[in-house]
């Protein structure tokens, strides 16, 4: 007996390609290939140590039960301090939020804001899990190309002209940004300010690699007039912790946009597990040395990750302003082997040698505007990161091999001009 038929928007739904191709990766070294996960945005840290403790001291204490849907009083409280110290800038708990990861606050937020039709301006290559959340609500995408030539920065500009538009509703900010490790500036947020003032746009500003700023600093929408008051900023303890797998972020916005977010946990997944929100509360306390001793190995790992890309001839790379990614421009590469830039990456991975291989992704994983790109994590040892590099130089020169997986794949093959 047939299945019902299922909506237009699961039919169309695609999965987050980094997640695709970690499953690649852990199933070719099942079968025995030597792979260098380079392919994923997850820290190679164990979660700190007081999260750790108290995750556990909080399970055997029985904090295992249903808890307020917007999150522990004592938890949003100490996140509310926390950001008043990080930030400069008065934040109270009525404006905290606690959800299971940063990603779920881009569905909320689409929720709360975007009535089909709306247009929400994104600026590209972008998170793959946005395009999704805002058609979940039948948002429609505006795009604004990130440039390698300006540091991938946001182009202000762009948001003047948004701002004018009719339909215009909402801003996407991802800073630090992945996958282009671009930070927008001081005064690139407040330019958006002052774009972005008069209007009843809204602001969803993405911000889990806020510990991860290698230049200059770290500027949240929150301390910037004109954006406080239209922004929700989210925040999770995967990067700046190590605590992917425990789901945990939050919020911050204007009380009375904190109480709908909060209805729609209640109405969704009822509340973030109590015992998770323990550890983020023991981690925000107790783990910043901790945190910034594995910031300082991030940093060291890109700066070995560009410093080898550097010496591979076709490779333009920057170093990224933060983050723990390298958005290597392979353009002239993939034009010479005849490739696009994420068959080059499944190529690295399963092509180009029976025995070992290197995970990455392709740019356009991230928009159309991310073509002629690779992107890689540095979330393994030093000396692999070398070799993963080293690997790919001499892989590229395998013409036979690469003529091989494009009989193979020829979906992977070329057909259009790379970006200039």
């Known amino acids: 007996m047939p299945i019902p038929r299922m909506s237009a928007f699961a039919q169309d739904l695609v999965s987050e390609t980094a997640f695709d191709v970690l499953a690649l990766a852990r199933g070719l070294k099942a079968k025995g290939k030597q792979v260098i996960e380079l392919q994923i945005g997850d820290s190679p840290f164990p979660s700190t140590a007081s999260a750790l403790s108290e995750g556990v001291r909080a399970i055997q204490a029985g904090m295992t039960h249903y808890c307020p849907s917007p999150g522990l009083p004592s938890f949003r409280q100490g996140i509310a301090n926390f950001l008043t110290g990080e930030l400069k800038t008065p934040v109270t708990a009525e404006e905290v939020v606690v959800g299971s990861g940063a990603k779920i606050f881009e569905q909320l937020f689409c929720e709360a804001f975007l009535d089909p039709g709306d247009e929400v301006l994104v600026f590209t290559p972008h998170f793959?899990?946005?395009?999704?959340?805002?058609?979940?609500?039948?948002?429609?995408?505006?795009?604004s190309p990130l440039r390698q030539e300006n540091e991938f920065r946001p182009d202000i500009a762009s948001?003047?002209?948004?701002?004018?538009?009719?339909?215009?509703?909402?801003?996407?900010?991802?800073?630090?940004?992945?996958?282009?490790?671009?930070?927008?500036?001081?005064?690139?947020?407040?330019?958006?300010?002052?774009?972005?003032?008069?209007?009843?746009?809204?602001?969803?500003?993405?911000?889990?690699?806020?510990?991860?700023?290698?230049?200059?600093?770290?500027?949240?929408?929150?301390?910037?007039?004109?954006?406080?008051?239209?922004?929700?900023?989210?925040y999770t303890f995967s990067k700046s912790y190590s605590m992917s797998g425990w789901r945990l972020g939050y919020a911050v916005a204007p009380p009375p946009v904190v109480d709908r977010l909060a209805r729609m946990i209640n109405t969704s997944f009822s509340c973030t597990p109590p015992f998770v929100q323990l550890a983020g509360l023991a981690a925000l306390e107790k783990d910043s040395a901790e945190r910034d001793a594995q910031m300082a190995l991030f940093r060291g790992k890109v700066k070995i990750l560009v410093q080898a890309l550097r010496q591979v001839p076709g490779v333009q790379v920057l170093d990224p302003a933060g983050t723990f990614y390298a958005f290597p421009r392979v353009a002239d590469i993939c034009k010479s082997l005849g490739i696009t830039s994420h068959g080059l990456a499944l190529y690295l991975l399963e092509g180009a040698d029976d025995r070992f291989g290197v995970a990455c992704l392709g740019g356009e994983c991230f928009g159309e505007a991310g073509q002629g790109f690779l992107r890689f994590s540095c979330a393994e040892p030093d000396d692999q990161l070398v070799k993963a590099v080293e690997f790919m130089a001499e892989a590229v020169q395998r013409k036979d091999r690469v003529a091989r997986f494009l009989a193979e794949r020829p979906k992977y093959r070329l057909a259009s001009q790379l970006p200039a």
Request: one cysteine or more; hydrophobic letters at 35%; proline letters at 10%.
């Open 128 to 143: 793959p899990t946005y395009p999704p959340n805002i058609a979940r609500r039948g948002g429609r995408m505006i795009l």
């Open 159 to 234: 948001v003047r002209a948004f701002a004018t538009r009719p339909g215009a509703r909402a801003v996407f900010l991802n800073s630090p940004h992945n996958p282009t490790g671009g930070v927008a500036t001081r005064k690139d947020l407040e330019e958006m300010g002052r774009a972005l003032d008069g209007t009843g746009i809204a602001l969803f500003s993405d911000e889990p690699y806020c510990h991860m700023v290698w230049r200059g600093e770290h500027v949240s929408p929150l301390q910037v007039p004109y954006l406080r008051n239209r922004t929700v900023a989210c």
